[in-house]
């Protein structure tokens, strides 16, 4: 009988696993159909050259390539991001989402229904922009075969609803398979690039173009970063806490001890990308400026400032990175809310007196943890564009990408092994009331 329990539950897990198989490769082909319109061929000649660390080249990125095949993909699920953290920022500051965010049931489900509203909005917004602003950028002044109304209905509903389709794709991902359905869309992107630019590398290298030992250097740098990322992101600190219990007698024993676990980074990616968007929105808007007052040599000149790899870009980089390190920590995590709810349990920290005192306790170590993974950050995502910077390396994998690819990893891997353990806990109670029975 136990055996029977076990085969069950391994076809369980084939299931969710081969799920998520063919949903990624519906996603791989939906990213090589083409809007009708655009000229690719001028978008690929574009996104090739040295366009490394900008919006269309992480647009392009986290939507598998789907941008530089001019795809109804080509939005990705950016749209659905950026709608979640602004109801994440809209739950935090205003009163009603508050308390909507309180119910776990039917809040929770208006909150997702207004993010779905949301992302259609930003996705019709971007749509439009995109189709709108390709052509002002310099290289890609011929990139649309047609300029009628009808074109840019068409192309907009394309990228829209490619968009939808990719959210509802992550979310069957999400309730069938195994993972959060939208990170392994984007994890599943990010990596679509890596075979192409390992060739890349290895042409060069035959080429000798890259000596061995540069080869070798960097190779060992990468599973350098990765582990360091891995420890990183699996790192705690644990805080000791008690829960008081009253005895019969009316005194207070200790019970029991549990910890309070604080992750090292606790802000995880946002704060990178939010840096970066942050940068890049002015470079945009003053491209769109020098079209319109035909002042394109000093636009240009201004924006060359804060392209990627340039010093004033790095020092920005790293200010707005360290500020929305703690920013978003101190969004995500609030310090007097977690005392409040240890004293209401009846815990408390040895040594430390429930209330304020425990708050301001947990807010030192918060704020230590803050520090190290503001500085830790800011090392991932600036090593590998100095590791490209020195080794001429021809491909560029950031930090955010590196984050995102090793989170998803870790995660896809945790929840495996919590369904494997759960299985197994299923069968001994099954087993166990087979025996009761008998």
């Not at 101190?330 to 005192?357: D, H």
Request: aromatic letters at 16%; charged letters at 10%; hydrophobic letters at 50%.
């Amino acid at each position: 009988m136990n055996k029977k329990i076990n085969i069950t539950s391994l076809q369980s897990l084939k299931k969710k696993i081969w799920f998520v198989i063919i949903s990624i490769l519906i996603f791989r082909i939906g990213s090589f159909i083409p809007i009708p319109g655009i000229n690719a061929y001028v978008l690929q000649n574009f996104l090739a050259k040295k366009t490394n660390g900008t919006f269309l080249d992480m647009l392009n990125m986290f939507s598998g390539g789907s941008l530089s095949r001019s795809s109804i993909f080509a939005l990705g699920v950016m749209p659905y991001i950026s709608s979640s953290i602004i109801m994440q920022f809209l739950t935090f500051f205003i009163p009603f989402f508050k308390r909507m965010k309180k119910d776990l049931i039917y809040g929770q489900n208006n909150i997702e229904k207004y993010t779905k509203y949301i992302t259609l909005c930003l996705s019709l917004i971007q749509a439009f922009s995109l189709l709108m602003g390709l052509p002002f950028i310099p290289g890609m002044e011929n990139i649309l075969l047609e300029k009628s109304l009808f074109f840019y209905l068409l192309s907009s509903i394309s990228l829209v609803t490619g968009t939808m389709f990719l959210m509802w794709l992550g979310e069957l991902i999400t309730a069938n398979g195994l993972g959060n359905g939208i990170s392994v869309i984007i994890f599943i992107g990010i990596i679509s690039k890596l075979p192409s630019s390992i060739f890349k590398t290895l042409e060069r290298f035959q080429d000798k173009k890259i000596q061995f030992w540069t080869l070798l250097l960097i190779i060992i740098l990468i599973f350098l970063v990765i582990f360091l990322v891995i420890y990183i992101e699996r790192s705690q600190r644990k805080i000791l806490v008690f829960y008081s219990k009253k005895q019969s007698n009316c005194n207070i024993g200790i019970s029991r001890n549990s910890y309070l676990p604080l992750k090292v980074n606790m802000s995880g990616v946002m704060p990178s990308i939010f840096a970066s968007s942050l940068i890049l929105f002015p470079t945009i808007f003053m491209t769109y400026l020098g079209h319109f007052f035909h002042c394109k040599k000093w636009i240009f000149f201004l924006v060359s400032f804060l392209r990627p790899h340039h010093i004033i870009y790095l020092i920005l980089y790293v200010i707005f990175t360290v500020f929305f390190c703690f920013f978003y920590t101190g969004f995500t995590f609030n310090v007097v809310e977690v005392s409040n709810n240890l004293k209401k349990s009846g815990a408390f920290l040895p040594g430390i007196r429930p209330g304020p005192n425990t708050a301001k306790y947990i807010n030192r170590i918060v704020f230590r943890l803050t520090c190290l993974g503001s500085f830790y950050i800011v090392s991932i995502c600036i090593l590998p564009d100095l590791i490209r910077y020195f080794f001429h390396v021809p491909f560029y994998f950031g930090g955010t990408s590196l984050l995102i690819v090793v989170s998803v990893i870790i995660d896809l891997i945790s929840q495996i092994q919590t369904l494997l353990l759960s299985m197994q806990y299923k069968s001994l109670l099954k087993k166990s009331n087979l025996y009761l029975k008998n």
